[in-house]
């Protein structure tokens, strides 16, 4: 037997606005996915003395008693280790902004409810993650602030509640 579906996507509409919400969020994933590995290659001291060996700058010296620029003179290992995890976990951002892509495009910009839950939980696992690493951080090496995030965890991070909202509206309140 044959499905017929009544969904009509519309920019301007809830689901519609929550697909924005989450096209942002997949958009901030492909840069975290592709520029980090090419930067690091050719810039990675001085990003590493501007954004922080770790997490930010003050948090490298309330952790280490050092700024970025003295870990890496006395232990120039530090910023082949940085780079090294960040093309593992660019890697993995890289993929998770594919599969994210198709899931908005292919699959939720069509109604299928089972995307919008499957892009929820997938969010929440790249964000708790990194809340996890950050509190683990914190608890062993120095306290952090919000300010000492990232921006690419942070912003989906606070994106995310409002592409959930929106998005249950427009697939649940008919």
């Known amino acids: 037997m044959e499905q017929t579906t009544t969904f009509q996507f519309s920019w301007n509409s809830p689901i519609g606005v929550s697909v924005i919400i989450f096209l942002l ?21 001085l990003l590493s003395v501007k954004l922080g060996l770790v997490f930010s700058p003050a948090s ?36 998770h902004a594919i599969l994210h892509f198709c899931l908005i495009w292919f699959c939720l910009m069509r109604g299928q409810t089972w995307s919008f839950w499957a892009l929820t939980f997938s969010d929440l696992a ?13 608890t062993h090496l120095a306290p952090l602030k919000f300010g000492d995030l990232m921006p690419f965890a942070t912003v989906p991070g606070i994106l995310l509640p409002f592409a959930v909202i929106f998005g249950y509206i427009g697939l649940y309140w008919k």
């Open 126 to 138: 790249v964000i708790g993650f990194y809340l996890l690493a950050a509190r683990n951080f914190s």
């Open 25 to 45: 969020m997949n958009f901030i994933y492909l840069l975290v996915g592709i520029f980090p590995p090419i930067l690091f290659r050719f810039f990675g001291n």
């Open 60 to 95: 490298d010296v309330a952790a280490f008693g050092k700024n970025a620029t003295e870990l890496m003179k006395e232990n120039p290992s530090a910023l082949v280790i940085k780079t090294t995890f960040y093309d593992v976990i660019t890697g993995l951002y890289l993929a």
